[in-house]
């Protein structure tokens, strides 16, 4: 079993920044992230691809662990984007044909058709969790995609009611995170980055799947909202369009950023019940905070919510990050972390 973890454990939100040798980040950070499959991002051969994923997520677990973090992700080193890999591998979706839908921005982009009834036909993401425990001692963490955030990333080609499809997904999400704990999470982290972008079907119908998604599993889990990547969506909102709904759901914690938005962190006690996921790296700027800086932004936070229910993390995920620079933040988040946990 993992060590207990201490105050304001440290962790990231889930993705790592892979390496250049794995995926062509420029090929990557000049489109949207994807919702079909986007083989052509990969630069190793698909005979040795599998290889170089386990050799990039090794590294991605060392480098967690050099930086001092208390939960360790994989990375998502064997994913195009969060979501896509999960999303293409149900049944009901034409990954062939794909659709269109507008991303967050407003642009359209291709996504999966759904054709028919979706169903999990089999586990996506079982091998991860058992590669990611085979390879750290520490708490682990893997991320899924959220029910209402792939079926707003959907043509939906069959479904009469949205809500109804949003509940599919989450039955398929729902099975998924059972084989997770199963496998050896400690940690199954949802990510519903379309309930803050589309926050009217969301109060609708989102909650609902999430709740759906969540239904009877004992683990602990997450939910993490956000304003999007900051390399893609440069604008920052005041503040969340959908954060206090989330009291509302069955998750044990919820992500939220704060760094980039210098969000007013008095909203957090509108989730008095909840762990907080504290964003504290702006990922916008390619600069390394000082551990001060990242001190500094705990500290804002602490007013608002005790120091026992708080993670420390990124704002979101480090993917278009270069490395070096990845790995410069992520130091100095536990750095900056320490220092606030020695005042307390």
């Not at 892979?18 to 489109?31: F, H, N, V, Y």
């Not at 921005?105 to 079982?126: D, F, Q, T, W």
């Not at 440069?234 to 044990?252: D, N």
Request: aromatic share 6%.
């Amino acid at each position: 079993m993992p060590n207990a973890l201490p105050l304001l454990p440290t962790s990231l939100v889930g993705s790592y920044a892979q390496p250049e040798w794995l995926i062509d980040r420029a090929k990557l950070a000049g489109r949207f992230p994807p919702r079909v499959r986007a083989k052509e991002l990969w630069r190793v051969a698909p005979e040795h691809l599998e290889e170089a994923q386990n050799d990039a997520t090794r590294l991605a677990i060392r480098d967690q662990e050099r930086a001092g973090l208390d939960i360790i992700t994989d990375g998502e080193m064997r994913r195009e984007s969060y979501s896509n890999r999960f999303a293409t591998a149900l049944e009901g979706v034409d990954i062939d044909n794909p659709g269109s839908a507008l991303d967050r921005s407003g642009h359209p982009n291709p996504v999966p058709r759904v054709v028919g009834k979706i169903r999990r036909m089999h586990a996506v993401e079982v091998e991860d969790v058992k590669f990611l425990r085979a390879n750290t001692d520490r708490t682990i963490k893997i991320t899924v995609p959220g029910p209402f955030t792939m079926s707003q990333q959907a043509q939906n080609d069959f479904y009469s009611d949205p809500a109804e499809m949003a509940l599919d997904y989450a039955a398929a999400v729902n099975e998924e995170i059972r084989d997770l704990f199963a496998a050896g999470a400690d940690i199954v982290q949802i990510d519903e980055p379309y309930m803050q972008a589309r926050p009217e079907p969301a109060r609708q119908y989102g909650l609902d799947a999430l709740n759906r998604a969540l239904d009877g599993i004992e683990g602990e889990t997450a939910v993490h909202i956000c304003f999007g990547y900051a390399a893609i969506i440069h604008a920052r909102p005041e503040g969340y369009s959908f954060l206090p709904e989330l009291s509302g759901c069955s998750c044990k914690a919820v992500s939220i950023e704060t760094a980039q938005s210098n969000l007013d962190t008095s909203v957090l006690e509108t989730l008095p019940d909840k762990k907080i996921i504290l964003g504290v790296l702006d990922l916008s700027t390619h600069e390394i905070e000082t551990p001060e800086k990242v001190a500094e932004r705990i500290r804002r936070a602490l007013p608002h919510v005790d120091a026992s229910r708080v993670v420390i993390a990124p704002d979101c995920g480090l993917k278009y990050l270069p490395r070096d620079i990845a790995f410069g933040k992520m130091k100095a988040m536990a750095d900056g972390a320490a220092i606030v946990r020695g005042e307390l």
